[in-house]
């Protein structure tokens, strides 16, 4: 009799454990508004992935608009940490941390968003996983490439010398002292806050970005260089990762990774191509494209002084680089 209350009690127990975890809430945190590109067409649609595939298994829930944390400095932070359990991370951000994954940053190296994505996903799988000691990548996206947007009239690469521009991250930042201007290191909304005060003259930045950060109307000319894209990735608390059971870390996995950043190219994409078409501010920009002569020796210079500055200093720099063109070389003839 007493064997078969312990019997019972231990039955009782598992079922309480395991439906525990089923109630366990995973927190997906974001910074921006849950109507920005990456969360409504790359996280949410994610999230729905893995709920269709295991079910009560897992609970996931928005924390959208920075309500576990407003910084977008912080959320690698809040990630370790684990204020939050998972979020949108921008490795540029905190670049010293994920100097692999600067390389799409590069100017004149990807042309598109999904080029972009799929170098810091498939540079991962690799074995290039830099910096990610506590925290697992879900999956890795990215921008458009960033363009110059300006507050002044430019006609050519020489009107950039000496004007106050942002960097979009250490190599931009690099680059713009490479052209003769003076980068200004801060954040997306600290740059429309310095549009809008007028204390710089531009930034680098993408359309969407632009729009996200409402700096549209705070800009006259948009020069059309391929500044290098912004990489996201989504990442977890790696504590909580290794919690998981294993048939949702297959999930996740399954669901995220190329998915994500192909998702991410498709949604960044098209969304840079609506607000191009269809933004009444956006239209009403300059857009300054350098001849072909001017923009093919940019691009020259470009990838003699900056992808060698980039190669030098980050470790295993030249065998990432190189792994680099031989995704985006695969990437072009397979699109």
């Known amino acids: 009799m007493y064997r078969k209350v312990l019997i ?22 974001s910074f921006v508004s849950p109507k920005s590109s990456g969360v409504r067409q790359v996280i949410k649609p994610w999230m729905a992935r893995v ?15 920075g309500s576990l944390g407003k910084s977008p400095v912080k959320q690698f932070e809040l990630v370790k940490n684990g204020v939050a359990d998972m979020a949108w991370i921008l490795p540029g951000y905190t670049s010293g941390q994920f100097p692999v994954m600067q390389i799409t940053e590069l100017p004149f190296l990807v042309d598109n968003a999904l080029e972009a994505g799929l170098v810091v996903q498939r540079l991962h799988d690799a074995g290039y996983k830099t910096g990610l000691d506590h925290v697992k990548l879900i999956g890795a996206w990215a921008t458009e490439p960033n363009l110059l947007f300006l507050n002044k009239p430019v006609k050519s690469i020489a009107d950039l010398k000496n004007l106050k521009i942002r960097n979009a991250g250490a190599v931009g930042g690099y680059w713009l002292g490479q ?12 740059m429309s806050i310095a549009l809008n005060r007028k204390t ?5 930045q993408g359309w969407t970005g632009m729009r996200t950060f409402k700096a549209l109307n705070l800009v006259t000319h948009v ?7 912004i990489p996201f990735f989504l990442g977890m608390n790696k504590k909580k990762w290794d919690g998981l059971p294993k048939e949702v870390q297959a999930s ?10 192909r998702a991410g190219g498709a949604a960044y994409s098209g969304a840079t191509q ?16 350098p001849s072909g002569a001017e923009f093919d020796k940019l691009a020259k210079q470009s990838k003699q002084s900056v992808h060698s500055w980039w190669i030098k200093k980050t470790k295993n720099g030249q065998a990432a680089y190189d792994k680099a ?5 695969d990437v072009r003839k397979n699109k």
């Open 200 to 204: 710089i003259d531009g930034g680098q």
């Open 179 to 190: 052209i003769g201007a003076v980068p200004q290191t801060m954040s997306a909304p600290k």
């Open 252 to 261: 996740f996995l399954k669901q995220g990774s190329e998915k994500i950043a």
């Open 325 to 329: 063109l031989e995704i985006i070389a």
């Open 51 to 65: 709920k269709a595939e295991v079910g009560d298994k897992v609970d996931l829930k928005g924390f959208w608009g």
């Open 274 to 289: 609506q607000i191009i078409k269809s933004n009444a501010q956006a239209k009403k920009l300059v857009i300054v494209k």
């Open 223 to 229: 020069m059309d260089l391929p500044l290098g894209a």
């Open 8 to 29: 019972a009690a231990a039955g009782l127990m598992l079922l309480q454990t395991s439906g525990s975890y089923a109630a366990d809430q995973i927190k997906v945190a």
